[in-house]
């Protein structure tokens, strides 16, 4: 296992740990504004805040020839991010946040294998195997038992 390797995973479980706590933070500032729109408004603004002044830092800003060269696709990922914030400030207040984050990744691991079996997006395509959808299935299974 190389060292990149271990610092992506351990990347991706801290950040998942944070996703978890986002959760119910972001439920509760819902709860003191009385409406999940603004709060997750509020959550986004607080991140630019504190990404911009990095970005600005570490790369700079980009040149023009650099912006219109970005496909239209790559202009979206934050609208997602704020559907998925909108959605868990809605969603953990009803389901809990096991059944939240569970569903939620239920929902990357379904559109993951569609993505990876076309290539989506540029990326490699990767084989859609038997133990891929089960890993699916089990996560399936986890949300209907978190209910249970």
């Given at each position: 296992m190389s060292?990149?390797?271990l610092m992506a995973l351990i990347g991706m479980i801290v950040?998942?740990?944070f996703i978890a706590m986002q959760a119910p933070i972001n439920a509760r500032l819902a709860a003191a504004l009385g409406d999940g729109l603004p709060a997750a408004a509020i959550s986004f603004a607080v991140g630019l805040?504190?990404?911009?002044?990095?970005?600005?830092?570490r790369s700079g800003l980009p040149g023009a020839a650099q912006i219109a060269s970005i496909p239209w696709?790559?202009?979206?990922?934050?609208?997602?991010?704020?559907f998925y914030v909108?959605?868990?400030?809605?969603?953990?207040?009803?389901?809990?946040?096991?059944t939240?984050?569970?569903?939620?990744?239920l929902g990357q691991?379904?559109?993951a294998l569609l993505l990876d079996a076309v290539g989506a997006f540029g990326l490699p395509v990767q084989e859609v195997t038997w133990?891929?959808?089960?890993?699916?299935?089990?996560?399936a299974a986890g949300v209907i038992l978190s209910r249970l």
């Open positions: 060292a990149g390797f950040g998942g740990a805040v504190v990404l911009v002044p990095l970005a600005l830092l696709w790559a202009w979206i990922g934050g609208v997602l991010g704020a909108w959605m868990v400030i809605l969603s953990v207040p009803v389901l809990g946040v096991v939240s984050m569970a569903a939620m990744i691991l379904v559109a133990q891929r959808v089960l890993a699916v299935v089990l996560v």
